[in-house]
């Protein structure tokens, strides 16, 4: 619809008029918004402690079903990921989670998203059944509601691969890492953190499977194959025991 001038200045009025005179931000907003600056700022434990505020404050406010709430309980928990405080760090997931599939469905991406967090957590305590199924969890709803390609998608794909390359079930993480690998050199810029950590997970599990010719197709600054004198090296037996002792 074309505004006229006459509306383009009403509006532009009401604008004025609201700058001028803002509502004050409610108190769980602006500690929110403290624990954000604070964690860009690189003082985790500063940003934990006014998320907890915040999350006290939005739940006091909007109700503890609140889609907000859920949120914020998803980003206090990840602090506590950060800080190693994975007991505390659960529950807050787990509330998430039931937030967001009782008001969105249980697959929406929102509901992904923590589900992935959920998995992070117990990843980094080398739960690996319990990260396994949440990261399969996270890339089924993932793959359905944004499509393989996706960003999001390809981050699931390559958590659950890293935990098999770090359970060396090799044969698992290949495809999953490859599909990552894929949809970030697409999307991404060569120079990106996560394509190049995508590019080192493939170079290891090459390098660790010994196909050396397809780990320097990912290799990068600094990764080192063995050369073709050092690979026949390799490939020859080792004398036994029995062979070195002196008679």
Not at 9 to 15: F, K, M, Q, T
Not at 165 to 178: D, S
Not at 229 to 243: H, T, Y
Request: charged share 25%; net charge neutral.
């Amino acid at each position: 619809m074309k505004i006229g001038l006459p509306m383009v200045l009403a509006l532009l009025s009401c604008g004025v008029m609201a700058q001028s005179n803002p509502a004050p931000a409610p108190e769980w907003k602006v500690l929110n918004e403290q624990s954000i600056a604070l964690f860009q700022r690189g003082d985790v434990d500063g940003a934990a402690i006014a998320a907890a505020k915040a999350l006290d404050a939005a739940s006091a406010a909007l109700g503890a079903d609140n889609l907000r709430v859920a949120s914020m309980q998803n980003n206090l928990a990840a602090l506590y990921r950060q800080q190693k405080r994975y007991a505390e760090a659960e529950p807050l997931y787990l509330r998430a989670i039931a937030i967001r599939e009782k008001a969105l469905g249980p697959e929406h991406p929102d509901v992904a998203l923590t589900v992935n967090n959920l998995a992070a957590l117990h990843d980094a305590q080398d739960h690996f059944e319990q990260a396994e199924q949440l990261y399969k969890r996270a890339l089924a709803i993932r793959d359905k509601s944004l499509g393989p390609d996706h960003l999001d998608t390809a981050a699931s794909a390559n958590s659950l691969g890293e935990l098999y390359l770090a359970q060396r079930r090799y044969e698992k993480a290949e495809p999953l890492l490859k599909r990552a690998y894929l949809a970030r050199e697409k999307a991404l810029k060569p120079e990106d953190a996560d394509r190049k950590a995508t590019m080192k997970d493939l170079w290891t599990l090459y390098v660790s499977l010994g196909n050396y010719g397809l780990a320097e197709q990912y290799a990068q600054e600094g990764d080192v194959t063995p050369t073709e004198e050092q690979r026949r090296k390799l490939s020859i037996p080792s004398p036994s025991a029995k062979g070195n002792i002196i008679r």
